[in-house]
């Protein structure tokens, strides 16, 4: 296949498809970003990738590892491109013009990635260099690379053949529309139920809240009114303060019922095809459920290993929802509230129980977490840690997708080299997608020159007025973190191939959990949780308020998560998932295994993006805890060690092993290398407050 003179039109005058230039090594042109070129960009970006696949699978040389997998990893570069700014509309600017466009698109990329995976020539090349992987004479980074390629075909449909071939194909294109539906309709319906308040329902809540609900209502055209947007970070700070019950149950139920209110945004139906096509397309590759396949190649193995660690955990953590309910239920009394407590109920009466209990008020810690602090503070960790230095990027030199994003240059900063480029995106805003991740437009290689890293970090929380500070909570500060230790898993990687750089699931989540760890560290709190008026460090009285409330509530913390990767991971090993009907078998599985009725689970089915909107997460909503579970262990030795937390040696193993690796080596050798043994769950019982279970000390 060779490309058209259309396609090599387009190839040279498409702006998304152009090669970056500029500083750093070049920087993606987001000035010059117009929705018009996205199509012909995605699809000239196919073509040509395909003409280069092709290319390799018909060299009549015999296969190397040169001409054949390090060849599949130079190739494909316009495309990747085309994909950074696919990225930043879909989670950043999503507009309905550009969902348009990625309702067409998402049939064609599977049909493209079909193409790539399904090409028996290609495999065959690919397959003749693994089975002589081990006397070629490459290095260990390299046979790994190439075990990693072999798998990445094998196990995506290269290996059938006629009939089953083309099913597979056609189940991989329908699931791109149905998960690109899918996504959209959780949008729609964030986008779709803002619920607005006047002055007087304002009580209890804080005036930083009350002045960015201010904001977020005159920004959509309501000024003089509060809106609360249908996104975690405007639900959760509201139901923590807000006396108005019945509106706490209100904005509750709008943000669990995503997904879920009937008519065209609704997912029931999304999910149970969704589920469908997935079982019957690794059936074709003789695996008994999804859930087997997908868990084969992550460190859990199995859906047995998944399932047993969540449910060691589950009784300690409903247990103690149980103990919480009765805290809650008992100050609701003694106030004379006169309510039964109810899933919209529990974080504001926690947080009078936290203030009751440990005189902690969440509305008085949030006065010393200030983002601009916060995120000077990311940069002091990795700076210790890493041995980074961030700058500000002068201005106007690196183009931003949005007035928001600020761009820092990484360096060394004892010898002054050029790291990457860090951006950061912190708020909310109309086309944005909830939640906070952490995404990469360039990777680390050397293969074939050095790249550096362009990293990108994204928030969504509520902008305040103009030269207002932005106070965000606790829980929002360890996000911040974690996402950072996203960034800073990107920005250290050395590895060669970019194939290298991509994760094992269950283990990704690892080093930006650990991060969390750092927030609450001495020089953090010494430096930069400072308070928003006075200036004045954080009292020593509060800090050890919060360290004594730091198991409080892991009750409603724990088994929310818990009981949505447990459903994940039920919905994927059951037998017909076809037939079934998500809110239903919700119900009915989270009673069987004993759900309090308090609460909920944190991603109801019918919006649960990290399983239904793409396949990254699918039965994979467990790697939470599986990473945490290393977490807990990781920083049990961080404090042991003679410099606590900011031990050199630790963090030299820290950075050598569990950071710059990537997946270069195998997860679990790489924890081994670091702490000399594989990790215990009696540290991750410990820090949740749980009672440890007999035969794991």
């Not at 977490?369 to 201005?395: I, K, M, S």
Request: proline fraction near 5%; charge should be negative.
């Amino acid at each position: 296949m060779t490309t058209d003179s259309a396609t090599a039109d387009i190839l040279q005058t498409n702006p998304l498809l152009q090669e970056w230039t500029g500083p750093y090594g070049g920087v993606p042109a987001f000035d010059r970003m117009a929705l018009d070129d996205l199509e012909p960009a995605i699809e000239a970006g196919m073509a040509a990738h395909l003409a280069e696949i092709d290319a390799i699978a018909q060299n009549p040389e015999p296969p190397t590892f040169e001409n054949t997998i390090v060849a599949m990893e130079r190739a494909g570069k316009p495309i990747e491109r085309a994909f950074t700014y696919y990225g930043i509309w879909s989670s950043n600017l999503s507009s309905p013009e550009f969902r348009e466009i990625q309702g067409r698109l998402a049939p064609r990329l599977a049909e493209y990635s079909s193409k790539v995976t399904q090409n028996a020539a290609l495999f065959d090349r690919v397959r003749a260099v693994y089975e002589d992987r081990e006397s070629l004479g490459l290095r260990d980074d390299e046979v790994r690379l190439v075990e990693l390629v072999y798998d990445g075909f094998a196990r995506n449909g290269a290996t059938l053949e006629g009939d089953a071939k083309e099913r597979y194909a056609a189940i991989d294109q329908r699931l791109a529309e149905l998960h690109t539906r899918f996504g959209n309709n959780v949008l729609a319906d964030e986008e779709g139920y803002v619920t607005y308040i006047t002055q007087s329902q304002l009580s209890g809540l804080p005036a930083s809240f009350v002045q960015a609900a201010a904001a977020a209502a005159e920004e959509r055209g309501r000024p003089g009114e509060y809106a609360i947007t249908n996104t975690r970070s405007s639900m959760d700070p509201f139901l923590t303060y807000s006396d108005e019950r019945d509106l706490r149950e209100r904005v509750w139920r709008t943000y669990y019922d995503r997904g879920d209110n009937g008519g065209e945004h609704d997912n029931n139906a999304l999910i149970a095809e969704i589920l469908a096509l997935r079982d019957e397309r690794v059936g074709l590759l003789g695996y008994d459920n999804y859930a087997s396949w997908r868990l084969e190649n992550r460190m859990a193995e199995t859906p047995e290993r998944a399932l047993d660690l969540l449910m060691a955990v589950w009784p300690a953590a409903v247990a103690r929802v149980e103990e919480e309910v009765a805290d809650m239920q008992a100050v609701a009394d003694e106030r004379g509230d006169g309510v039964t407590i109810e899933p919209w109920d529990y974080r504001y009466y926690a947080e009078k129980v936290r203030q009751d209990r440990y005189a902690l008020d969440s509305d008085e810690v949030k006065q010393y977490l200030q983002l601009d602090n916060l995120t000077d503070a990311l940069h002091y960790v990795a700076g210790e840690l890493f041995g980074y230095a961030f700058e500000p990027v002068p201005e106007g030199s690196v183009p931003v997708f949005h007035p928001d994003v600020t761009v820092y240059e990484v360096t060394d900063r004892e010898s002054g080299d050029h790291v990457g480029l860090w951006y950061l995106d912190p708020f909310a805003r109309p086309g944005k997608r909830s939640g906070a991740w952490a995404t990469t437009y360039r990777s680390h290689t050397t293969f074939d020159g050095l790249e550096t890293v362009l990293a990108s970090n994204n928030s969504n929380f509520v902008k305040g007025a103009p030269g207002e500070p932005v106070l965000i909570s606790l829980d929002d500060a360890e996000t911040l973190f974690h996402e950072f230790g996203h960034a800073l898993h990107f920005l250290a990687s050395n590895v060669a191939y970019p194939t290298l750089d991509n994760g094992v699931r269950d283990y990704t989540e690892f080093q930006s959990q650990l991060l969390e760890r750092w927030l609450l560290t001495d020089p953090v709190i010494e430096r930069y949780l400072v308070h928003v008026e006075t200036g004045e460090p954080i009292p020593d009285e509060l800090v050890q308020k919060i360290r004594r409330a730091a198991t409080f509530n892991q009750g409603f913390a724990t088994t929310e998560y818990l009981a949505s990767s447990l459903v994940d991971m039920k919905l994927h090993t059951m037998e017909n998932p076809g037939d079934v009907d998500p809110d239903a078998f919700e119900r009915q599985y989270l009673a069987e295994i004993g759900m309090p009725s308090e609460l909920v689970m944190r991603h109801r089915t019918p919006h649960f993006a990290h399983v239904f909107s793409s396949e990254g997460y699918a039965t994979g909503y467990y790697g939470y805890l599986w990473a945490d579970v290393l977490t807990s262990d990781a920083a049990e030795a961080f404090a042991e060690a003679p410099g606590g937390f900011y031990d050199a040696e630790m963090a030299d193993r820290l950075v050598r092993y569990l950071f710059a690796p990537r997946n270069a080596i195998d997860p679990g050798e790489a924890y081994r290398l670091f702490r000399g043994r594989d990790a215990d769950i009696a540290p991750l019982m410990r820090d949740r407050g749980f009672p440890v279970p007999e035969g794991t000390e």
